[in-house]
């Protein structure tokens, strides 16, 4: 069974940057896509960002384009979110997610991480 933990989330200004890391274990990890959701209090999970397993391929929310980079390390089984010009409406729960393939719809993922908290003050 795949075991996602993430790291790296934690308080920041708005302006500023942090990278979220995401560590797959359990099965092969090139075999899988990647994908950053969020949820922040009241509101639904979010696409973030996607990439496909040979890293080729990345997708974007409307909401983080321009501003956050999706990227992963296969040899590291790892998943990077490189987070910059936060905004105070990028403050939720950050989650990891492995599926087939790249999708924005959560269902679409079986494996997940605990989520790691990210709070941008304004």
């Known amino acids: 069974q795949e075991q996602l933990v993430e790291s790296g989330g934690g308080l920041v200004q708005a302006g500023g940057s942090l990278r979220l890391t995401c560590v797959s274990s359990?099965?092969?990890?090139?075999?899988?896509?990647m994908a950053w959701f969020r949820q922040a209090p009241g509101k639904e999970r979010e696409f973030v960002a996607g990439i496909s397993w040979s890293g080729r391929n990345t997708y974007y929310g409307d909401s983080v384009k321009g501003r956050f980079t999706i990227s992963r390390e296969n040899a590291k089984n790892t998943v990077y979110l490189q987070m910059n010009s936060l905004k105070p409406e990028d403050t939720a729960v950050y989650y990891c997610?492995?599926?087939?393939?790249?999708?924005?719809?959560?269902?679409?993922?079986?494996?997940w991480g605990q989520g790691t908290q990210v709070t941008v003050s304004s």
């Open positions: 997610a492995a599926g087939p393939a790249v999708s924005s719809w959560y269902g679409d993922f079986g494996s």
């Open positions: 359990g099965r092969p990890f090139d075999s899988d896509a």
